[in-house]
């Protein structure tokens, strides 16, 4: 599975959006982008995934740069209970059985 | 739906000794998997199953074993403890859509 680069932290003021960026340059045609965050002492949540074209649910949407070498996690009004590690993955679907999880995103919400 | 459900929540083993993590999914997931993540650090996958009957190894398996009797369980056996094993350990299913689901996690501690 490719391999992402993720800022090691950012901040966000309260009520404004939250770009996270991820860099994947070397994903494969049929990897997909997942996020996930790491709320404190919690396990794990999905936020969300694509492969080409961009996702929005109602957590968050995900921009995917036309080449696939990067993505943007976009939380559109942050609030204090988004403060958490952001993991950006790529990996295809028959693969998941080796999710591979970096380092991550800090991010923290500020009032 | 309970998700992903996980016991105990805290644990504390001696050196040497044996236990038992228990995992258990209500939403009839076949992929089934346990991380581990040390403190400040992304996850790491210990093992995985593709379905009943069927198990495989992840990126750091020595020293625990497990099977997959049935769809919802997937327990986690440590042989014989080491400190080297205290750690954070997360259990996971794997939806239709490739959402993954992630369960509160067991926190344990080996002196």
């Known amino acids: 599975d490719a391999k992402t680069t993720q800022p090691p932290s950012m901040d966000c003021a309260e009520g404004r959006a939250a770009n996270l960026p991820c860099n994947h340059s070397t994903i494969s045609g049929n990897e997909y982008v997942y996020w996930y965050r790491q709320i404190h002492s919690q396990g794990p949540q999905y936020i969300i995934h694509g492969l080409k074209n961009n996702e929005t649910n109602e957590m968050a949407s995900l921009i995917i740069t036309e080449d696939r070498k990067s993505s943007t996690l976009i939380l559109p009004h942050a609030t204090l209970r988004d403060t958490a590690v952001y993991y950006c993955?790529?990996?295809?679907?028959?693969?998941?059985?080796?999710?591979?999880f970096g380092a991550g995103t800090q991010v923290v919400v500020t009032p | 739906n309970a998700g992903v459900t996980q016991t105990p929540k805290f644990q504390v083993l001696k050196t040497g000794q044996s236990m038992t993590l228990q995992c258990a999914q209500d939403?009839?997931?076949?992929?089934m998997s346990w991380y581990r993540q040390d403190p400040g650090m992304g996850l790491r996958l210990i093992h995985y199953s593709v379905g009943a009957g069927i198990t495989d190894q992840g990126e750091v398996p020595n020293g625990y074993n497990v099977s997959r009797s049935t769809t919802e369980d997937f327990p986690l056996r440590l042989l014989s403890a080491a400190p080297s094993q205290t750690s954070v350990y997360f259990c996971?299913?794997?939806?239709?859509?490739?959402?993954?689901?992630f369960g509160p996690g067991t926190r344990l501690t080996v002196t």
């Open positions: 996971a299913s794997l939806s239709v859509s490739y959402e993954q689901y």
């Open positions: 939403m009839n997931h076949e992929y």
């Open positions: 993955i790529v990996r295809t679907t028959d693969s998941w059985g080796k999710l591979q």
